[in-house]
Nanobody
Framework: QVQLVESGGGLVQAGGSLRLSCEAS????????VGWYRQASGNQRELVAA???????NYADSVKGRFTISRDNAKNTVTLLMNSLKPEDTAVYYC?????????WGRGTQVTVSS
């Protein structure tokens, strides 16, 4: 079955950087859109960034210019590089892979940005 495993979360001070990685298995990774969502306490899950099978990227306005998403189809991984982190970036970050109208999800990784 499809599995998505995230890594790289943690605690960082405002202005710092973190790199999140997600490794997929059980699926032909290269042909599907992959991305990252986040969910802060009390809030709905929201899109952070996504990258299509063709490499086209899409970012939430709140992270444009600070976050970079990339994929490595040879390693079945998608990476989110987060720079200039702000306290409002604190959330659980989830990796996702979309097959048609179905999204597969990882278990999430906590990112906490202290002020």
């Amino acid at each position: 079955q499809v599995q998505l495993v995230e890594s790289g979360g943690g605690l960082v001070q405002a202005g710092g950087s973190l790199r999140l990685s997600c490794e997929a298995s059980g699926i032909i990774f290269r042909i599907y859109l992959v991305g990252w969502y986040r969910q802060a306490s009390g809030n709905q899950r929201e899109l952070v960034a996504a990258v299509s099978s063709g490499g086209v990227t899409n970012y939430a306005d709140s992270v444009k210019g600070r976050f970079t998403i990339s994929r490595d189809n040879a390693k079945n991984t998608v990476t989110l590089l987060m720079n200039s982190l702000k306290p409002e970036d604190t959330a659980v970050y989830y990796c996702t892979l979309r097959v048609g109208t179905l999204n597969y999800w990882g278990r999430g990784t906590q990112v906490t940005v202290s002020s």
